[in-house]
């Protein structure tokens, strides 16, 4: 009687393994993300900050420009009060920041990215304190690409709370 060997056994098997994991195709071969995205079953996973295909694009890209703003101010007696006004939006240093400005001469109000269209107001004083933001947030329309925004301050130790819509001007 012929002995059976457990290599027929296990020779097959290891052949089973090797063949088949090298079937797997890698769907990031090839694709590089920019902005230390990760590639991810084919697509960049970009991080806070940057947005696109690769990664390629400040997310604040979206927002930069020149803005009407539309805003409605209530103190806390709920005494409202409406203005327009020019703002500009811009980059700051760090990517997942943009700093908004008026014509006004205030200090520059600091924003940071919350999601994908979202943002919130950082808690900050001007410069001479009498103006604080509390907290705040925004978002952006992506079909009509108005931002409606809104935050809570104190302007001489008063709280009020302020609604905006922003729409981009040409």
């Known amino acids: 009687m012929k002995q059976f060997h457990p290599l027929l056994l296990i020779l097959p098997a290891v052949f089973l393994i090797v063949f088949h994991t090298g079937c797997v195709k890698d769907r990031c071969g090839g694709i590089v993300c920019l902005n230390e995205g990760l ?7 970009c991080p806070l900050g940057y947005d696109g295909p690769v990664c390629e694009t400040r997310w604040s890209d979206q927002f930069t420009g ?3 703003n539309e805003e409605k101010t209530a103190d806390s007696a709920n ?4 203005r327009e006004s020019v703002i500009f939006i811009r ?3 760090l990517a997942s920041v943009f700093l ?23 808690a900050q004083y001007s410069r001479d304190s009498s103006f604080f933001i ?3 947030q925004g978002v ?10 809104g935050y809570t301050f104190h302007l001489h130790n008063s709280r009020r709370t302020s ?3 922003w729409r981009a001007l040409p």
């Open 39 to 45: 590639c991810v079953d084919g697509q960049c996973t």
């Open 66 to 68: 020149t803005w009407q």
């Open 79 to 82: 005494n409202i009060s409406f």
């Open 91 to 93: 980059e700051a240093p």
């Open 100 to 122: 908004v400005d008026s014509l006004e001469g205030s200090d520059s109000i600091v924003c940071e990215i919350s999601g994908r269209h979202s943002f919130r107001f950082r």
């Open 134 to 136: 509390e907290e705040g």
């Open 140 to 149: 952006l329309d992506t079909l009509t690409g108005v931002i409606t925004a």
């Open 163 to 165: 609604e905006m819509k």
